[in-house]
């Protein structure tokens, strides 16, 4: 005997069952289909972090050419006792 | 970014570094120049990236972090290409002039890098939740950082320049290994890093801004080189009495 799950008419409901939520599940945020687990939407605000990498950036020229400039041929005088 | 890209900004600096060397006339003027115009376009880049650029669709401002944190990485790996160059260059030709340009080009490349991982850090706060994960690409950035960083403490613990020379060389091209390896790793593994921009998946406006912050930071990577370079040969001069141009060659029994 057949399952009762196999056969034809209750497959075709199941089918049409699952068709009818999928249609009504709403459609994911992102263009590209991204999971619906994934967290959607736009940040908002940010201007901190934003305003301390760009810190970090001119910090880390600015400190580096300063390191060059200290360390330079000549900056540094002898020794007091290094003289002829 | 075509994939080209990289390999152009690496061709531009390389030719910076051997017009410089290459040619005498330069020298006095050539990286006085570029950073004077690299201080007038990091000007111009901090209006670009904080005015001028649209918000990123998702990120919305925060992602203009991207103008500062892409070029640090990129003068990164930069940098250590032309110290590998160097390394290979040493070993097969020994002289303290390569010697000098790959530690000055590693020191570079680990001040870049360190400043892009920050930067990176801070970035990754407002959109994973998090300042660090054990991601592979941020895994594999900070095991070629750490290497290049040991590269360095290499040179300044060992005293005979001879041996520091082709020591390092040789662990410049054991450290540069992992270099593909973390410009790869978006792509071999599932990471939390996004991939590579490409020109379709990045604004007109936010390439041009991208790009302008590359070049910003290569006209200060040659400026660095040169003088880093200059601070490497005078060690160079004080640790041997009269420098010769070239290590003691060895000679085939």
């Not at chain 2, 001028?52 to 790996?77: K, N």
Request: proline share 7%; glycine share 6%; net charge positive.
């Amino acid at each position: 005997m057949k399952p009762f799950l196999l056969s034809r008419p209750v497959l075709l409901l199941s089918l049409w069952a699952a068709r009818a939520l999928a249609e009504e599940a709403p459609a994911p945020v992102h263009p590209a289909g991204i999971e619906k687990a994934v967290p959607s939407g736009v940040i908002e605000g940010g201007w901190g972090y934003v305003y301390a990498a760009y810190t970090v950036a001119l910090a880390g020229l600015v400190f580096y050419a300063l390191s060059l400039w200290t360390r330079r041929p000549g900056a540094q005088p002898p020794p007091p006792g290094d003289t002829p | 970014m075509p994939f080209w890209s990289p390999l152009a900004l690496l061709a531009v600096a390389l030719g910076l570094v051997i017009t410089h060397f290459a040619v005498p006339t330069t020298r006095a003027w050539m990286w006085k120049a570029s950073a004077v115009v690299g201080l007038g376009a990091l000007a111009l880049l901090l209006y670009l990236g904080l005015i001028w650029a649209p918000p990123e669709a998702f990120m919305s401002d925060v992602g203009r972090i991207l103008y500062v944190h892409v070029p640090f990485v990129w003068m990164c790996m930069i940098a250590f290409t032309l110290n590998v160059g160097c390394a290979i260059a040493y070993l097969m030709k020994k002289s303290w002039r390569t010697d000098a340009l790959a530690e000055s080009t590693a020191e570079i490349g680990v001040m870049f890098g360190a400043g892009g991982v920050l930067m990176g850090s801070i970035w990754a706060r407002p959109t994973w939740g998090v300042w660090w994960d054990w991601d592979p690409r941020l895994i594999s950035t900070a095991v070629m950082l750490l290497s290049y960083v040991g590269y360095l403490a290499f040179r300044s613990f060992t005293e005979d320049p001879e041996r520091r020379a082709t020591w390092s060389a040789a662990a410049s091209i054991l450290g540069y290994v992992s270099l593909p390896i973390v410009w790869f790793s978006v792509r071999w593994w599932n990471s939390l890093h996004q991939v590579q921009s490409t020109s379709q998946s990045l604004d007109s406006q936010m390439r041009i801004v991208m790009w302008w912050g590359t070049v910003t930071m290569l006209f200060f990577l040659f400026a660095f080189v040169v003088k880093r370079y200059e601070i490497a040969r005078s060690r160079q001069s004080s640790a041997l009495e009269a420098p010769p141009e070239a290590p003691r060659q060895e000679v085939a029994a």
